[in-house]
């Protein structure tokens, strides 16, 4: 039972480089999301997607990029880091609208 | 646009019940949900209620929805130390943001012995 799995589990990188972080489920499922969760602020959407192909952005999408080119995967892209994006990011999926959202285990970003 | 707002921290005494508290300020919002985060880990659902039921009811848990004044709460009876966590409330809602699931803060609780 994988469920979601998030890679990599922890990254440190230097101001101004790039990474990807990928998001997979085997859940078949539709909806994917990336949140940022940071002390006392909870967990805040980045980008979200409703299905193979489609993103849309969350409420912090700003400094990020994503793809959904296989429905299993999602993948949230750091062109150029900044310290401001050291954070715990987590992967969620769900079936669709109003069913149980599945996380990851969270990457723990620091960016120095 | 929507949010949702928790006290950040609770501590109780073990065996004592917990009460955690939310507020929500969208009127179409049609699930509300609670989930949990241990130390370390990713978050797992909790319960859920919807919107048209005023309370829900799994074991130790007690939901209760209050649509007039927008708030949610969660009851732990005997609360254990194993409760110990960061619990969200989070909510999804009809129209152009029904994809959406949008959390609060979260509030911490510790258990006192």
């Known amino acids: 039972n994988a469920g979601v799995t998030q890679t990599p589990k922890f990254r440190v990188l230097k101001t101004g480089q790039s990474m990807t972080l990928l998001c997979a489920q085997d859940?078949?499922?539709?909806?994917m999301y990336w949140y940022r969760q940071d002390p006392g602020m909870g967990l805040r959407l980045i980008h979200y997607?409703?299905?193979?192909?489609?993103?849309a952005k969350g409420e912090v999408p700003d400094g990020y990029n994503v793809s959904r080119l296989k429905k299993q995967n999602f993948l949230l892209g750091l062109e150029s880091a900044a310290p401001s994006q050291t954070s715990v990011y987590f992967c969620?999926?769900?079936?669709?609208?109003?069913?149980?959202?599945?996380f990851g285990q969270g990457t723990r970003l620091t960016v120095v | 646009g929507e949010d949702v707002e928790q006290s950040l921290f609770l501590s109780v005494r073990e065996g004592d019940s917990s009460v955690i508290n939310c507020t929500y300020t969208?009127?179409?919002?049609?699930?509300l949900y609670w989930y949990k985060q241990e130390p370390g880990a990713g978050l797992q659902l909790l319960t859920y209620?919807?919107?048209?039921?005023d309370m829900k009811q799994d074991q130790r848990l007690t939901v209760l929805l209050n649509k007039k004044d927008k708030h949610l709460s969660l009851r732990i009876a005997d609360t254990q130390t194993g409760d110990s966590a960061i619990y969200f409330c989070?909510?999804?809602?009809?129209?152009?943001?029904?994809?959406?699931?949008?959390f609060g803060s979260g509030t911490r609780l510790s258990i006192r012995p």
């Open positions: 969620a999926s769900r079936t669709g609208m109003n069913t149980e959202a599945f």
């Open positions: 859940m078949n499922h539709e909806y």
């Open positions: 997607s409703v299905g193979e192909g489609t993103t």
């Open positions: 969208d009127s179409s919002s049609t699930y």
């Open positions: 209620i919807f919107s048209n039921m």
């Open positions: 989070a909510e999804t809602s009809l129209g152009s943001s029904a994809s959406k699931i949008i």
